[in-house]
Every structure is written in structure tokens, then in C-alpha cells.
């Protein structure tokens, strides 16, 4: 008997065995007329629902939409604005990331993990985060090798710095972006623009992790976007003693025209706010590094010596 509180969906259901089943494969979207991912959404409303003990009218009622949106939105045939879908999540009540998919809320795993780890601050989730790497065997405070990796934007020093350091400790000195350019066979440049930014940052990936299987003891001068790709900033955290080389956008900028790099002063106003705005957006994850050194405070020979007399500290060697 049909529950008067659940009207008949506007798109009908495949029935087998006395159950209904929404087709949620691709092939199947496609014959129904379909889009895949509002399958999913739309089933997973449904989930969200039935798990809650909701019916499509309690559900409709709280997010203050139509009985009849909502069947649209669970059987895959309604584009719900995201204003729509925050007012279904609310009223569920689950975040919307849960909604729409993420991984990290396809388990009850993952679900209880999310909530443990809510609401604590940053200094917590980094013990977290080290002591989940140790438990997977995937890297933390007892893996680091003794190689020193010196992240921050373009013209902040790393090359410099890294050779000098390098040279001072013994170490091997590497370049990632040279080591990219090596495997691909082909320039940073000639790779992004034929193969697109996720072929480079595979090739990033790949350098990393030769390096450090590779030289137990270097100095590894990394790429200024290696932070956006979350796997091989965590791979780079876990292995390597990692000092953020800090500098005024004016001196990123002054540094990369003195390396030969004439393309910011084609609109030099215009690329001076992208280079904040880039700053900006990776100052957190630039700041996951163990230390800070602003290389813009002091000279070059001055800068040096604090970066010396820092890692030979944290590499226990003397100053």
C-alpha cells in the first residue's frame, strides 16, 4: 500500500523481486536519460533519510521545500540549487559533504573519524595526523630521514639557500623541478601545457619519492605548488626536516625578474596581486613546515647563517 506521505516519484523506480532499485550505474543513467551524479545524490538523500526515519513529507516540511522537488531531487531528475541542498542537509540533519559524496563520509568509519576529529585546533590534528602516518607505516616524527626540504613561492631563496646549506652539511644537493623535467623527458612547461597539470603533479610525485629513497641525507629544493597536491605534501612532511623560506611578494617578485623571468612585467600590477593572492591561498600549508626563516628580514650571507645555525641544531650537529 502506497504511504500517503510518500507520493509516487515523478521518475519511476526499476522493480526486481518486489524491491525497488534506482539504476546507479553509468550505462544505466544513460538509458534512462540520466546524469550519474544526480543518481547518486538523489539515492543518497534517500539513504540519509530512510536512516534518519524521515519521510518525504517530515523531510520537505523541515527543509522548507515541495514534497514534489524532493522526489525530483531523490530519483536523479532534479537539479537542486546548492542553497536547496544546504536546506536538505540541515534538515537531515548531515553536513553537506555528506550529501554530495565525499570520501570521507561514505563509511561509518569515516563518519566517526570526521566527528572525533571536529572542532579540535590545528596543533592537535598535526599530533593526529603524525600519529596516524606511524600507525599506517606511512611516514611521522620516528621516519624522517635527514634530509632538510625547503618549500615556499618562487625567488624565495630555495636554490641559493639549498646549494650553500647542502654544501656546508655534505649533503646532496637537489633540485625537484630539474629531477620532474628528468623523468618526463621534457620541461616543466612543455609537460603542463601537453599533459595538463595532473600528468605534472604525478611526475612531482614520482621525483619526490626517488629523492628520498635515493639520498637518506640532501638538501631538496622543492617546487613553489608541491603543497597543493595533499599526498606528496604529506609524503614530504613525513620524510623530510621542512623549513619554510618566507619572503615579501616584492622580493618573490624582484628575484624572479633577476632570474630572467620578464612575463610578471607584462602587467606588472595584475601578476603583483595574483602573487598575494597565491601567497594568500598557500600561507597555512607553507606553514606546516617545522621552521620559518623570512628571507626578506636580512642578507643573503645573514639569512644563511640563521638557516645553518637552525638545521644543524635540528640535525644535532654542531654549529
Same mark, same amino acid.
Given at each position: 500500500?502506497?504511504?500517503?506521505?510518500?507520493?509516487?516519484?515523478?521518475?519511476?523506480?526499476?522493480?526486481?523481486?518486489?524491491?525497488?532499485?534506482?539504476?546507479?550505474?553509468?550505462?544505466?543513467?544513460?538509458?534512462?536519460?540520466?546524469?550519474?551524479?544526480?543518481?547518486?545524490?538523489?539515492?543518497?538523500?534517500?539513504? &540519509?533519510?530512510?536512516?534518519?526515519?524521515?519521510?518525504?513529507?517530515?523531510?520537505?516540511? %523541515?527543509?522548507?521545500?515541495?514534497?514534489?522537488?524532493?522526489?525530483?531531487?531523490?530519483?536523479?531528475?532534479?537539479?537542486?540549487?546548492?542553497?536547496?541542498?544546504?536546506?536538505?542537509?540541515?534538515? %537531515?540533519?548531515?553536513?553537506?559533504?555528506?550529501? #554530495?559524496?565525499?570520501?570521507?563520509?561514505?563509511?561509518?568509519?569515516?563518519?566517526?573519524?570526521?566527528?572525533?576529529?571536529?572542532? $579540535?585546533?590545528?596543533?592537535?590534528?598535526?599530533?593526529?595526523? %603524525?600519529?596516524?602516518?606511524?600507525?599506517?607505516?606511512?611516514?611521522?616524527?620516528?621516519? !624522517?630521514?635527514?634530509? #632538510?626540504?625547503?618549500?615556499?613561492?618562487?625567488?624565495?631563496?630555495?636554490?641559493? &639557500?639549498?646549494?650553500?646549506?647542502?654544501?656546508?652539511?655534505?649533503?646532496?644537493?637537489?633540485? &625537484?623541478?630539474?629531477?620532474?623535467?628528468?623523468?618526463?623527458?621534457?620541461?616543466?612547461?612543455?609537460?603542463?601545457?601537453?599533459?595538463?597539470?595532473?600528468?605534472? $603533479? !604525478?611526475?612531482?610525485?614520482?621525483? &619526490?619519492?626517488?629523492?628520498?629513497?635515493?639520498?637518506?641525507?640532501?638538501?631538496?629544493?622543492?617546487?613553489?605548488?608541491?603543497?597543493?597536491?595533499?599526498?606528496?605534501?604529506?609524503?614530504?612532511?613525513?620524510?623530510?626536516?621542512?623549513?619554510?623560506?618566507?619572503?615579501?611578494?616584492?622580493?618573490?617578485? @624582484?628575484?624572479?625578474?633577476?632570474?630572467?623571468?620578464?612575463?610578471?612585467?607584462?602587467?606588472? @600590477?595584475?601578476?603583483?596581486?595574483?602573487?598575494?593572492? #597565491?601567497?594568500?591561498?598557500?600561507?597555512?600549508?607553507?606553514?606546516?613546515?617545522?621552521?620559518?626563516?623570512?628571507?626578506?628580514?636580512?642578507?643573503?650571507?645573514?639569512?644563511?647563517?640563521?638557516?645553518?645555525?637552525?638545521?644543524?641544531?635540528?640535525?644535532?650537529?654542531?654549529?
Amino acid at each position: 500500500m502506497k504511504n500517503k506521505e510518500d507520493p509516487a516519484p515523478i521518475a519511476p523506480a526499476v522493480v526486481h523481486d518486489g524491491v525497488d532499485h534506482l539504476a546507479t550505474t553509468e550505462a544505466s543513467a544513460e538509458e534512462n536519460g540520466k546524469n550519474p551524479f544526480l543518481l547518486a545524490l538523489g539515492e543518497r538523500v534517500r539513504a &540519509l533519510r530512510s536512516r534518519r526515519g524521515m519521510t518525504r513529507k517530515a523531510l520537505a516540511s %523541515l527543509a522548507n521545500v515541495s514534497e514534489r522537488h524532493l522526489a525530483n531531487l531523490e530519483y536523479g531528475v532534479g537539479n537542486a540549487s546548492i542553497l536547496v541542498l544546504q536546506q536538505v542537509a540541515q534538515a %537531515l540533519p548531515c553536513s553537506l559533504a555528506e550529501l #554530495i559524496g565525499d570520501v570521507t563520509t561514505t563509511s561509518p568509519e569515516w563518519l566517526l573519524l570526521r566527528e572525533l576529529l571536529s572542532g $579540535r585546533d590545528e596543533a592537535a590534528l598535526r599530533r593526529v595526523r %603524525l600519529a596516524v602516518g606511524e600507525l599506517l607505516g606511512t611516514g611521522g616524527a620516528h621516519a !624522517r630521514s635527514s634530509s #632538510i626540504a625547503l618549500i615556499g613561492l618562487r625567488g624565495a631563496g630555495k636554490s641559493t &639557500l639549498g646549494q650553500m646549506l647542502a654544501e656546508d652539511l655534505g649533503f646532496a644537493f637537489v633540485e &625537484l623541478s630539474r629531477e620532474i623535467e628528468k623523468f618526463a623527458g621534457c620541461s616543466i612547461a612543455e609537460i603542463q601545457g601537453l599533459y595538463g597539470q595532473n600528468a605534472y $603533479r !604525478r611526475y612531482e610525485r614520482r621525483a &619526490l619519492e626517488e629523492a628520498i629513497q635515493i639520498y637518506p641525507e640532501a638538501v631538496i629544493a622543492t617546487p613553489g605548488g608541491l603543497v597543493s597536491d595533499a599526498a606528496t605534501f604529506n609524503l614530504l612532511l613525513s620524510h623530510c626536516t621542512t623549513v619554510w623560506l618566507q619572503a615579501d611578494a616584492e622580493d618573490h617578485m @624582484k628575484r624572479v625578474v633577476a632570474q630572467g623571468d620578464m612575463r610578471p612585467m607584462a602587467a606588472s @600590477k595584475e601578476a603583483m596581486e595574483d602573487l598575494r593572492g #597565491i601567497l594568500a591561498g598557500r600561507a597555512a600549508f607553507y606553514g606546516k613546515a617545522e621552521f620559518t626563516l623570512n628571507t626578506s628580514a636580512q642578507p643573503l650571507d645573514a639569512t644563511f647563517a640563521k638557516l645553518r645555525e637552525v638545521m644543524r641544531g635540528a640535525l644535532g650537529l654542531p654549529v
